[in-house]
């Protein structure tokens, strides 16, 4: 449990990239780029002892699996040092073009290329990073995502020769902000030189939609604001202030309906719906009183900052101030004293890790816990209490 503290403080301390970062330093990816990188990966592929996967007899176009999952295609029969590279899956031991492999986050990824869209704002289904120069070369970058969520990230250039269109590019394969695949593409074949205007031009217009915008992340924390009252709206309902009316208006009738007397002679009221558990307080008479706890288990249900069931530890933790990392017993206090709202504190136990965010409540007479429990790096349930 030490080790793994050590290394998140290490991690959260070391860090200093934030996505909202200019990247105006970075190239645009070029399709002499990619030739050039193909080419060294022609050499570690037979450095690998790769093989002939396949041959497409109708385009002559030879597939060569190299290393773990690992594809190399050329346009030759055989691998030689001077067989043409047109495309390449990558395997987890392999850097891309840009430094990055399997593994690494959406922020690595933004970080290597240029954005002209930092807030990454767009539509919740996609956008569009930069759209940069004209014939006989342009270059298109965008994201494809669920909401909070991006699943690809792709970066596309056009290159026109004396008589051919060439969409060349990289993709990204994200799962929960993680790269699980890379791509390089295009090169096999040309394309009808009216799509390659169409889709620049389909972009450049997505340039002009601001309808969604996720919610920033940062290595660095001290850049983002903490827990906060601004949190407790979400998913259509503000939860310090949220009455069992509200909650079936939001959710639906409940499936589950049931009251119990408390210690106190007040009485407790849980309403639950798929994934969703709600408990009021009343007092003795059964007049209603206020929320007392929100319990989620599946992914039905946004959180603050749009938070899931299934978000990895570092996906949530990116999305709030952290960086104080301050060692308390068995945990690690983000910010503030572990003890008095505000503050967020990171614990383990052997084989999960609790994340605690606390916040004055709107009426400054309570506070707002909200406590998430971890498993294998997913989030597996959370809890938020009105105390």
């Known amino acids: 449990m030490k080790k793994l503290i050590a290394l ?31 080419d060294l990966v022609v ?26 999952n690992g594809q190399l295609l050329i346009a030759d029969e055989q691998l030689t040092p001077t067989s043409a590279a047109l ?18 986050s959406l922020l690595d990824v933004l ?9 990454l704002t767009g539509t919740r289904y996609d956008a569009v990073l930069y759209v940069n120069g004209e014939k006989p070369e342009a270059t298109v970058g965008f994201l494809l995502r669920d909401g909070q969520r991006v699943t690809e990230v792709t970066h596309l250039v056009f290159t026109w020769t004396d008589d051919k269109v060439f969409r060349t590019g990289i993709t990204y394969t994200l799962d929960q902000d993680v790269v699980t695949g890379i791509r390089i593409f295009g090169l096999d074949a040309p394309v009808e030189e009216s799509d390659a205007l169409q889709q620049i031009a389909d972009a450049a217009a997505l340039q002009e939609i601001s309808e969604f915008t996720p919610f920033p992340l940062s290595y660095r924390g001290d850049d983002l604001p903490p827990f906060e009252a601004a949190d407790f709206s979400f998913a259509g309902i503000r939860f310090d202030a949220l009455n069992p009316q509200e909650a079936e208006a939001a959710f639906g009738k409940a499936k589950v309906d049931e009251w119990m007397e408390d210690s106190t002679g007040e009485f407790l009221r849980t309403l639950q719906w798929d994934g969703i558990s709600l408990v009021f307080l009343y007092n003795a008479q059964k007049a209603f009183l206020r929320v007392d706890s929100l319990t989620v288990n599946d992914d039905v249900l946004e959180g603050p900052r749009a938070v899931r069931i299934g978000d990895t530890l570092d996906g949530v933790l990116y999305r709030f101030r952290h960086g104080d990392n301050a060692a308390l ?25 609790t994340l605690t965010y606390a916040a004055s409540a709107s009426d400054g007479a309570a506070s707002v816990l909200w406590q998430m429990t971890f498993a294998d790096g997913q989030l597996i349930h959370y809890r938020m209490l009105l105390r």
């Open 87 to 104: 495309g390449a899956v990558l395997t987890s031991e392999q850097e891309d073009l840009r430094g990055i492999r399997m593994g690494q």
């Open 8 to 38: 998140l403080l290490a991690l959260l301390m070391t860090a200093g990239l934030c996505l909202a970062e200019e990247t105006e330093e970075n190239a645009y990816l070029t399709q002499e780029e990619m030739e050039m990188y193909l």
């Open 111 to 119: 970080a290597v290329y240029p954005n002209d869209n930092p807030a």
């Open 329 to 353: 017993q068995n945990a690690v206090a983000l910010y503030g004293d572990g003890e008095t709202a505000p503050y967020a504190v990171l614990s383990y136990g052997e084989t999960t890790a």
């Open 43 to 68: 050499g570690d592929a037979i450095d690998a002892g790769a093989e002939v996967a396949q041959v497409n007899p109708d385009t002559g176009v030879t597939t060569i699996a190299f290393g773990q």
